[in-house]
Structure formats: structure tokens, C-alpha cells
């Protein structure tokens, strides 16, 4: 009874193709959320969706396109894949709770590797 | 914005001996804390976190961090490190949003290497 997933786990693709990461939680949270880990491991959030409606945008290029066809899922679209694009993606999901903080749940990762 | 400093790259210990991984963070008032545990290949555990009360809390695996707002810091401990804790450590903070949304932000990792 996995709590999130994403699929794939392993993505090998070619400059400039467009690719998409799925994620779905089963959890039933409001929330869902993209990370990117880098290759020196570093860990930054890119988006946030709230009830399927984007919450947190950071500086992200606009080749990437979350998109959440329902709150159970939020997938992650990538236009003219760079080199530099190659990382770990992890999905993550929380509850919402007004003022107060929801422990994040994160799936098992993406790794997304352009040749 | 907070930011979160983990100052030790990386950190070897050998099997049976304490680990104290530290972490400092950058905020104006107490944010959420929370340490994350990395395996290779694997996707993030949460260990512990801290919201408020206690400033020593427990967690899974047998892992303990302390809070100290003079310091800012919030740093990991085990008193008898496994073979199997060899990882990467996170240290993370968040400030509640409510409907903007919560966000982590993480330090840049600990990795733990076991010697038998």
C-alpha cells in the first residue's frame, strides 16, 4: 500500500525530447509538491499545488509544467530537456491545516538523466 | 527566507560509536525543524521534528535531536551508530503558510559512512 508513487523510477532520454513524471499519493492530502535534487545532493522545492490549484511557483523555467488532473495526482511535464535538467525528482504530499505545519510525505524519486 | 546550514559534509563513524550531525538555520522567529534520512537509491524518511515544547525529541531508529534557539541549531545524535544508518541526512525547516502553502527548505545533506 504504497503512499506516494511516481512513475518512473528511471528516465534516460535525449536533449530536447519532452518527458513527463507521474505522481499519485494515496493518501488523500490536499497537497502535493515537486522537488528537484540535484547531483551534489541538494534539495529544492519547485512547486505546490493546494486542491489542484498551484500554491507555490519558485523560480522555475517554464519548460516545466506541473500539471494535477485531480488532488491524488500531480504530474510533472518537461519541454526541450537540458543537460542541466538531469537530477532526482521527488514527490511529496501533506494534509492542509490552516496555520499550522503538515508533515510532507515524499515518494520514492525520479532520477531523469539527459544524454 | 530561512536557510538551513549543515556545516559537515561528510562524517565517518565507526560502527558502535556516537554520531552528532549539526544543523543551523536562519530564521526570525522558531520555524518547524525536521531532520530526513536519505538511503542510496531511496526516497526521504522523516526521522523526527520539532514544532514546539520539548526541545529534546525523539525519533525512529533511535535517533534524538535537540533544539536550542541561542544557537539556532537543531542537531541530530545517535549514542550507538549501525551499519545500516550509513545514509545522507537532511536537515530541513518550514514555515507555515497556511493557504500559500507549506514549504521545506533543506540543508545541503550529511553524508554518514559506517566503518565496521
Known amino acids: 500500500d504504497t503512499a506516494v508513487s511516481q512513475t518512473p523510477k528511471y528516465l534516460v532520454t535525449q536533449m530536447g525530447n519532452d518527458k513527463s513524471i507521474k505522481c499519485e499519493q494515496n493518501l488523500g492530502h490536499d497537497t502535493m509538491y515537486w522537488y528537484k535534487q540535484d547531483s551534489k545532493k541538494f534539495l529544492k522545492i519547485m512547486f505546490s499545488?493546494?486542491?489542484?490549484?498551484?500554491?507555490i511557483n519558485e523560480t522555475v523555467p517554464n519548460r516545466f509544467s506541473p500539471k494535477s488532473p485531480d488532488k491524488a495526482h500531480l504530474n510533472l511535464h518537461i519541454n526541450s530537456l537540458e543537460l542541466g535538467d538531469s537530477a532526482v525528482y521527488f514527490c511529496a504530499s501533506s494534509p492542509i491545516g490552516g496555520s499550522s505545519y503538515n508533515e510532507q510525505f515524499f515518494g520514492p524519486g525520479t532520477r531523469l538523466t539527459v544524454l | 527566507a530561512q536557510s538551513v546550514t549543515q556545516p559537515d559534509i561528510h562524517i565517518t563513524v565507526s560502527e558502535g560509536a556516537s554520531l552528532e550531525l549539526r544543523c543551523n538555520y536562519s530564521?526570525?522567529?522558531?520555524?518547524?525543524l525536521f531532520w530526513y534520512v536519505q538511503s542510496p537509491g531511496q526516497g526521504l524518511q522523516l526521522l523526527l521534528k520539532y514544532f514546539s515544547g520539548d526541545t529534546l525529541v525523539q525519533g525512529i531508529k533511535g535517533f534524538e535531536a535537540e533544539f536550542k534557539r541561542s544557537q539556532s541549531s537543531f542537531n541530530l545524535r545517535k549514542p550507538s551508530v549501525h551499519w545500516s544508518d550509513a545514509a545522507e541526512y537532511f536537515c530541513a525547516v518550514a514555515v507555515p503558510r497556511g493557504a500559500a502553502g507549506n514549504k521545506l527548505t533543506f540543508g545541503g545533506g550529511t553524508r554518514v559512512l559506517v566503518k565496521p
Open positions: 499545488y493546494n486542491n489542484k490549484e498551484l500554491i
Open positions: 530564521y526570525g522567529a522558531t520555524p518547524y
